[in-house]
């Protein structure tokens, strides 16, 4: 994985890596791909995978923390969102990637884990008033539009990474970008608060 991350990040298409270069990047026999994967698309899920198990397990962490109101869950979240960014860059900049212009076998994928996290998003902002007593509907309406705005905000983060400016700069840069984006959030979730859920 870390090879066809590699590979990707320098500009590579996932789509058209070979198995030779693949093999030749992580140093080992082209045969010995397939003691872990049958093909290509296979590699890909795995990454795809590995990165949502990563943002889950901030859901997971949220929901054993004590944090009793909806505005410090949102710092928390995107806080712990952009260690993730900033620790795990290249695997979201590959699910960037995929997403916009993957094989359709991992735009599938990601559209359906996509799908699975918005929901947990969505049990999780329901612990909260006042959107504990909202219809499950309502609920994964306001989750559906928070998702687009992390995916937004994530992509703004990779971009400032991807400048490759020196590290002053870029510390500077991805504290706004997380700003903005907890600024974001912030505005969907007290603007949807307001909301007659029915």
Not at 118 to 132: G, K, V
Not at 150 to 178: K, P, Q
């Amino acid at each position: 994985m870390t090879a066809a991350l590699d590979l990707t990040a320098s500009g590579s298409s996932f789509d058209a890596l070979s198995l030779r270069q693949l093999a030749s990047k992580a140093g080992v026999a082209p045969s010995a791909f397939y003691r872990y994967f049958q093909s290509l698309d296979d590699l890909g899920l795995a990454v795809i995978h590995e990165t949502f198990r990563t943002l889950r397990e901030i859901m997971g962490e949220m929901a054993n923390l004590d944090i009793d109101s909806s505005g410090g869950a949102i710092h928390v979240g995107v806080q712990a969102l952009r260690g993730v960014v900033s620790r795990d860059h290249a695997h979201l900049a590959f699910l960037a990637r995929q997403r916009a212009a993957g094989h359709s076998v991992l735009r599938r994928e990601i559209r359906s884990e996509i799908r699975l996290y918005a929901s947990q998003l969505a049990t999780y902002m329901a612990r909260f008033e006042p959107i504990r007593s909202w219809s499950v509907g309502d609920v994964e309406m306001l989750s559906s539009m928070l998702m687009a705005t992390i995916l937004a905000g994530i992509d703004s983060m990779l971009e400032v990474i991807a400048r490759g400016l020196d590290e002053e700069t870029t510390a500077r840069d991805l504290d706004a970008a997380t700003a903005m984006l907890e600024r974001q959030i912030r505005y969907l979730y007290v603007g949807g608060t307001a909301w007659r859920s029915s």
